[in-house]
Structure formats: C-alpha cells, structure tokens
C-alpha cells in the first residue's frame, strides 16, 4: 500500500502543471467553487514553509559556508535578474499600477520549492538547488521588502516595515519550525518526507485556484498585456539562469538547477504578500505565474530528463 501511494504522490508531484491548469480554468468558470480558500492563502503558503524547513537540518547549512561561491553566484542571478526583468515588462508593456506591483513582487519573491522536484525530474543537482531555496528565503526576509519599495514604489507606495513582518510570518518563522521538528522528531519528518512534495503540490493547486477564483472576472477583462508579462517573464528567468550557470562555468546538472530555480519563484509568497498589503487586483500576476511556471517547469524538466547529461540519480534527495 506505502508503495502504491508513493508511486501515487509521484505522479501528482511529476504533473502537478496540468492540475493547476485544470483548477484554474475550473476556478474561472465557476470561482464559487474555490473562493473558501482565500482567507486562508496566508496559513497554506504557512504549511509550504514548514514542510520546506522539515527536510532540512541545521547541518545542512555547512553546505553555504563550505562551498559558497555558486550559492553567492546563484543569489545574485535570483535576486537582480528576476526583479530587473520585472522592472523593464512593466514599463515595457505599460502595465497599470496594481498589476505592475503584482509582477515586480514575483520578480523580487525567491525561488519557489517547486524548483526541487522539477530539479530532481530534470536530473539536476537536487543539493544545490535545495541549499539556494533555502538561502534565497531567509535572504528574502531583508531583500524583498527593499527590492518591493525600491521597484514598486514607482506605482504604489510600499510599507517596507509591514512586509519585513508578514515575509517573517508566512516563510522564516514556519521554516525555522520545521527544521526544529527535523530535530526532534527526525524519525516522523523522515517518515513524511516522500509525501510532503504531493503535500506542497495540492496546496500550491489550491492557492493558486483561490485567488483565480477571486480575480476571475478582472483576469478576463485584463486583456493580453499581463498573459504576456508573465510568460516573458518566466522564459527570461529559466533562459538568464542557464546562461548564467554556462558563463561561470558550471556543470551540466548545476546549470539545469540554476535554470529552474531562477525561472521558478515563489509566486504564491507574491499573491499572498499581494492580497495583504494591496489589492486583488495585484494578486494576479502571481496566481498567473504559479499556473505558467508549473506548466512551462514540467515541460522543460522533462525535456532534460530525456537528454544526456545530468545526474542520473541525485546524492540528496530532498523533494520540497
């Protein structure tokens, strides 16, 4: 049976895009269906940032400090090419103020957790790509609320303050939880660690269908401009971040989780952080994001799965 439901929790993890696909367009057409979620996008995200701090261990960390050149290398692509690019297709394709904020907090967000398992599929270097989410996220605390006031603030004004607090409540203070619950009760956490991936997959697809739901009607009358955004968006973070990697000269399997992490952000911290502090209306680039990135992420570690080169079968497997 354990075996089965593994097998089970893979497949959904592995396909996870055409589920937010068909959540979102189910959101559209009926949003009744999944607006119960949205007054607890904040606790979901919440449950994510645990189940990421769970396959983590304090020791993990001597991996930043021993080796910290590709993670310096790895934060500078994260958090300079994604908001810049942000920066330029709003101003490009003259965005109004709320959804131009909504695209300048994905590109500030850090990389999303989906960016392990599509590693892992693309037969990347799981380690690193772990090791970067993680780092990405604690730096986050500081650098996303600056990057927000010093990119956003040209549309909407920015309370630095009050983003610093809530990136502290739904991402630092549930991953330093789950990393204490990594050690004391190491054998639990262990035991949950093939199931927590399919865990975060169903929460992501939830999320992001609530705040569709929500936004239904705005996201029809949007028009073409932020469906444009977001892809371009998206496909410049997996391009920059792979020509990044062959620029400083990394392996094949370390390029592959640079190009995955860059182009794989944290949208829904984006949406949340959105419906928080500003309006629906801005929550709409990152609940777009969460569907165009799982699905364009799929086909693209699939794609490296069925290419040579990589790491046919990845040292440290952590899935979140």
């Known amino acids: 049976m354990s075996v089965s439901l593994s097998s089970l929790c893979n497949s959904f993890t592995r396909y996870m895009g055409f589920f937010i696909l068909g959540c979102s367009a189910l959101a559209l057409w009926h949003p009744g ?3 119960w979620v949205v007054p607890y996008v904040t606790p979901l995200l919440g449950c994510i940032m645990f189940g990421m701090g769970m396959t983590l261990r ?31 297709l709003c101003k490009l394709l003259n965005l109004s103020p709320e959804l131009a904020m909504g695209v300048i907090l994905v590109g500030t967000a850090p990389g999303g957790t989906a960016s392990n398992v599509l590693t892992f599929i693309a037969r990347g270097d799981v380690p690193y790509s772990v090791a970067l989410t993680a780092l990405a996220t604690f730096v986050s605390l500081g650098l996303m609320p600056f990057l927000t006031w010093i990119l956003g603030g040209v549309w909407v004004p920015v309370d630095m303050v009050a983003l610093f607090f809530s990136i502290l409540k739904i991402v630092i203070l549930p991953v330093a939880l789950g990393i204490a619950a990594h050690r004391y009760c190491e054998g639990l956490c262990v035991r949950a660690l093939p199931y927590l991936p399919a865990a975060s997959a169903l929460t992501i697809i939830l999320v992001v269908a609530g705040i569709i739901a929500i936004n239904a009607t705005n996201i029809l009358n949007t028009g073409a401009r932020v469906f444009a955004a977001v892809i371009c968006h998206n496909l410049f973070g997996l391009g920059l971040g792979y ?24 949208s829904g911290l984006a949406s949340a952080l959105a419906l928080a502090h500003f309006s629906p209306t801005s929550a709409i680039a990152g609940a777009l994001f969460s569907v165009w990135q799982n699905i ?15 790491t046919a079968r990845p040292s440290v497997i952590n899935l979140m």
């Open 243 to 266: 020509a990044a990697a062959t620029f400083w000269k990394f392996n094949e399997s370390r390029r592959r989780a640079l190009c995955l992490e860059i182009g794989t952000q944290n």
């Open 58 to 88: 304090l020791q993990d960390f001597t991996y930043v400090f021993s080796r910290p050149r590709p993670l310096l290398l790895g934060l500078t692509a994260q958090f300079v090419f994604m908001p810049l690019v942000a920066f330029g």
């Open 33 to 35: 269906i999944f607006l």
């Open 296 to 310: 364009s992420g799929a086909l693209l570690a699939n794609w490296f799965h069925n290419r040579q080169g990589g």
